[in-house]
């Protein structure tokens, strides 16, 4: 394989350029004025929701022309896009809110160009996951973002074990009406005592910040009227050290399964394999503890 050096600036070809173009999580003065510019001067913009984009050109008084790519029209949008591109029209590509291709359309564009030679030149602008990060008050970095965890309860838990052991601070984005069903699914996999914090609504008028550990943001969620987009950022995985006050850390390997049974209503087996995963032990392991077999 040939490594490919592309420059973002001296365009030696007749080929157009992929812009990535960043949009206000919320506040729209949050539009940089090279974002504003980079619309401007496009031959066209390639917009998750064409609607949705049209408020932000009004404000901006952008006159560029839209077309439509999402998610559900990415297989043949994407060599419509890419003819355009060689033939030596500009295009930027916007999401809702937030970076293109971060939880959004884009990565498959950008891989086109790539494979086509065309410049891609991402310009830097509002993002979610930094914006809660750095306000948090949780270690900043390292940092592991993944963005929307899988709907199904098992696919949740299953991915979240993954993760447990994990010592750098995790970032994820959560909808209103899914969010007390995630945060049982975290207290169940990392325990009640890591920290967490819940950011709500970043950069709009109802913006919100609720710290304190998985349980406490549980039982908030439990009893609050939850609405606005989430960015949960939840502490890494200390493993107990420093004698940190984490009740799990301190109790036996069968008071662990017995505990989540009681707390969380879960199976004997779906526990044990839980506890497994925490411990670092083999699942048989755990099973023989928990039953009292030798």
Known sequence: MAIQKNSSFRNLDSKGALYLVPTPIGNLKDMSPRAVETLKQVN????????????????????????????????ERIPELIQKLNNGQ?????????????SDPGHELV??????????????????????????GILPQPFIFYGFLPRKKS???????????????????????RLKK???NMVTVFGEKRKVVL?????KRYEEYIRGNLQEALEWSTNEDVRGEFVIV??????????????????????????????????????????????????QEVYNEFHGLR
Request: charged share 25%; proline share 3%.
């Open 234 to 283: 939840v502490q890494g995985n200390e493993k107990c050290e420093n004698e940190i006050q984490d009740v799990q850390c301190k109790l036996t390997i069968k008071e662990q399964v017995q505990r989540l049974i009681d707390q969380q209503g879960i199976k004997p087996n779906a526990a044990i394999k839980i506890v497994a995963k925490n411990n670092n032990l083999k699942k």
């Open 182 to 184: 995630t945060l049982e």
């Open 111 to 136: 891989e086109s160009c790539i494979k086509n030679e065309i410049r891609v030149i991402a310009i830097p602008g509002p993002s979610a996951s930094i914006t809660a990060l750095i306000a948090s």
């Open 90 to 102: 500009d295009i930027a590509q916007v999401s809702d809110a937030g970076t293109p291709s971060i």
């Open 44 to 75: 066209l913009i390639a917009a998750e929701d064409t609607r949705n984009t049209q408020k932000l050109l009004n404000y901006f008084d952008i006159k560029t022309k839209q077309i439509s790519f999402h998610k559900f029209n990415t297989k």
């Open 155 to 177: 696919e949740q838990i299953n991915e979240l074990e993954k993760l447990n052991g994990q010592e750098y601070t995790q970032v994820y984005y959560e909808a209103p009406h």
């Open 199 to 203: 950011c709500r609504e970043l950069t």
